[in-house]
């Protein structure tokens, strides 16, 4: 009943994790014809999942559970030890066939004229993460978590601190109060799927003369049954609303415990191979060999990344996964390279007839760089702060029964939505209790540190009930790569196997500073006040303003600064 019956310690159980694998490949290439090649082939996987040889695996099983017992620690919670679940919870996938194949066809039978392709299916195993996690879940081991803070709502609506609760207070705390809850990881015992990737390539490549090719390929991917979560024990939309309104909250009650069907459990992260990612690419490549001292090589990407979540062990919404998807933030559209080395020619031997002297100075140079530039990545608006402003001068509508006996604001997903499970994509917070805006991008006229890169006008809020923008609209942030790296080598030769080699080395030679969009310098969470009109009867009666327009959409900070080095190499 309270934190008092807990014990100080907890078990630490090692797990003993444990896992074989059986795998055979088979390849061939065949010249079909003298201009056309085929490579074939296929590996065949057999990945068995962790195990705990202990039998320390444990899920949740609805099946299992007894809604007539709802204070059961283990209502539900099935083990390997107990013979509920195999010592992996997981069930063992079966023998995958991973086929492999790809051509080269000369077109004209010339070698200048070339078509390639290939695809390729591949299977990988589950990280460890995946499993580790339940020797020291419920129940072997029981976690729960206390806001050690007391306080009450300010006559301005915000939190006021008053003091930190001490050990004999949260002893006394109910751990299923909204100050603590027991959450669970649960694995899917059905779900036999390994985490797959499927990938394909196609290249039309010329040689245009000058001994250079350029090549055009498209490359793409797949990914299917990559591990992800959703929460299993979720509170259903307006579940938390007083009946007939859209206000929080029933009964007064903000224990979000009290709403979720598999009680005294909190959150159950169901834990499932059914995640997706894809990737499409147009790939340019320039590449020219030797030729009066010049080597080149260029090359430029035209690419996509979709998918759900954007992290291993992701958390997608629970009520609809199609709503996180869309650009994950290593979604770079654009991203070009070229490298070169250039021997310069011995003026010496050319023009001094091999004088020492002038051979010490002008022979023997060579001069190298790279250029790599990488277009701006996705941006994404935070999880925003919303605080409730009373308007009414008489009495604090922000206030808990400000409105009516009961009434409770809510600036996240309980006060919006009844629910505060509903997930939004790439979002700060990745438990859920968010709140979308709209989002309707309007650039800022950016030149400088401290400038708009976009307008606070950008967001807004919707009306309590109302859902904001789910698919983002495309918005990048400022270019996350433009550096220019040069070499200048020059080789003093000491006899046949003997020289010493002095390099003048730069880093970003044109010292260009990047604009930098971390979370500390690129403010893109906004904070909202809900404003409480005069004789407003419910919290859906308020309207919301931008808190910090001076602030959202700038960037405060630029990175960046050029490195010189020089050496000297003696090599023997």
């Not at 206000?247 to 169901?270: E, H, L, V």
Request: aromatic letters at 14%; a negative charge.
């Amino acid at each position: 009943n309270n934190f008092a019956a807990y014990s100080q310690g907890m078990p630490n159980n090692d797990g003993l994790w444990r896992f074989w694998n059986v795998e055979a490949y088979g390849q061939d290439s065949w010249k079909a014809t003298r201009r056309l090649t085929l490579n074939y082939g296929a590996r065949i996987s057999w990945m068995q999942p962790w195990n705990e040889a202990r039998g320390l695996s444990t899920t949740f099983l609805p099946s299992l559970y007894d809604a007539n017992d709802p204070t059961n620690f283990l209502n539900g919670v099935a083990t390997g030890r107990a013979g509920q679940i195999s010592n992996s919870a997981f069930a063992n996938p079966k023998p995958i066939i991973q086929p492999r194949v790809g051509f080269a066809f000369d077109v004209f039978g010339t070698g200048k004229t070339v078509v390639r392709g290939g695809f390729g299916l591949y299977v990988s195993r589950d990280q460890g993460n995946t499993s580790f996690f339940m020797a020291n879940a419920p129940p072997f081991a029981f976690t729960a978590t206390v806001q050690a803070t007391g306080g009450t709502l300010n006559s301005h609506g915000s939190y006021f601190l008053e003091h930190l609760l001490d050990l004999p207070e949260i002893a006394t705390l109910d751990p299923f109060s909204n100050l603590g809850n027991i959450t669970l990881q649960a694995e899917d015992t059905n779900d036999n799927n390994q985490p797959q990737t499927y990938e394909w390539n196609f290249t039309v490549e010329q040689n245009v003369g000058f001994k250079t090719v350029v090549s055009a390929s498209y490359v793409g991917n797949v990914s299917r049954h990559l591990y992800r979560q959703q929460d299993l024990n979720v509170i259903q939309p307006g579940a938390m609303w007083i009946p007939g309104t859209t206000d929080c909250c029933a009964n007064g009650d903000t224990n979000t415990p009290d709403y979720r069907p598999y009680k005294p459990f909190g959150r159950i992260s169901w834990s499932s191979h059914s995640d997706t990612a894809n990737y499409h690419s147009l790939q340019v490549l320039v590449r020219r060999n030797v030729t009066h001292g010049l080597t080149l090589l260029s090359s430029y990407t035209w690419s996509k990344t979709l998918g759900y979540t954007n992290s291993f062990q992701g958390v997608t919404d629970p009520f609809d996964s199609r709503r996180a998807y869309g650009l994950l933030p290593w979604d770079y559209t654009h991203i070009f390279n070229v490298s070169y080395i250039y021997q310069i020619p011995n003026l010496a031997e050319r023009h001094f007839s091999g004088n020492k002297v002038a051979k010490g100075i002008f022979d023997n140079w060579q001069y190298s760089g790279i250029w790599h530039f990488t277009g701006g990545a996705p941006v994404f608006i935070g999880n925003p702060t919303i605080n409730c402003v009373s308007d009414d001068p008489n009495i604090n509508l922000c206030q808990n029964d400000g409105l009516f006996p009961g009434s409770r604001f809510s600036g996240n997903g309980v006060g919006w939505y009844g629910t505060p499970d509903l997930l939004v994509f790439n979002t700060t917070n990745a438990d859920g209790n968010t709140v979308r805006p709209y989002i309707n991008w309007n650039t800022g006229s950016f030149n400088q540190v401290g400038d708009h890169w976009f307008n606070a006008s950008s967001v807004s809020l919707p009306n309590i009930g109302q859902f904001g923008t789910f698919e983002t609209p495309n918005l990048r942030g400022p270019h996350a790569n433009n550096v220019w790296n040069m070499s200048l080598y020059k080789s003093f030769p000491l006899g046949e196997s003997r020289r010493i080699e002095f390099r003048f080395e730069t880093f970003n030679i044109f010292n260009y500073a990047h604009y930098d969009t971390t979370a500390a310098s690129f403010t893109t969470v906004p904070i909202f006040e809900w404003h409480m009109p005069v004789g407003a009867q419910h919290w859906s009666d308020g309207h919301a303003t931008v808190a910090n327009a001076d602030s959202l959409g700038t960037i405060t900070n630029k990175r960046g600064h050029r490195e010189m080095e020089f050496a000297l190499k003696l090599y023997f």
